[in-house]
């Protein structure tokens, strides 16, 4: 497992941008997969993007896709998710996520390991 630390989230107006980062710790990380999911009040847990450690493949959901971007920087033990064109439909606490195989982060919502989350709002 790593330890995952979220930074990056706030208050920002509609149509605006925030980038998230979240840190590892690990000699390992460059192995792992890397996601990010996100939870509004009163809603699951729901997947938004991920990245692959072999290749470098990217999965985004279809309500984030065209806006969010994941990048990693296996140097820095870093992911991050570049978010622009926010909507109000995007405010929840942003959740960091972990994982030996892409699947347990695309296909199934059980990451090794997760993060303490980051709160975004986004206001209209």
């Known amino acids: 497992q790593v330890q995952l630390v979220e930074s990056g989230g706030g208050l920002v107006q509609a149509g605006g941008s925030l980038r998230l980062s979240c840190a590892a710790s690990?000699?390992?990380?460059?192995s792992y997969a890397m996601g990010w999911f996100r939870q509004a009040p009163g809603k699951e847990r729901e997947f938004v993007a991920a990245i692959d450690w072999i290749v470098?493949?990217?999965?985004?959901?279809?309500?984030?896709?065209?806006?969010?971007?994941?990048?990693?920087?296996?140097a820095k033990n870093t992911v991050y998710l570049q978010m622009n064109s926010l909507k109000p439909e995007d405010t929840a606490v942003y959740y960091c996520a972990a994982d030996r195989s892409i699947n347990n982060l695309v296909v199934v919502i059980t990451p090794g390991s997760w993060g303490q989350g980051t709160q975004v709002t986004v206001s209209s």
């Open 26 to 30: 690990g000699r390992t990380f460059s």
């Open 56 to 74: 470098g493949s990217t999965y985004y959901s279809d309500s984030v896709k065209g806006r969010f971007t994941i990048s990693r920087d296996n």
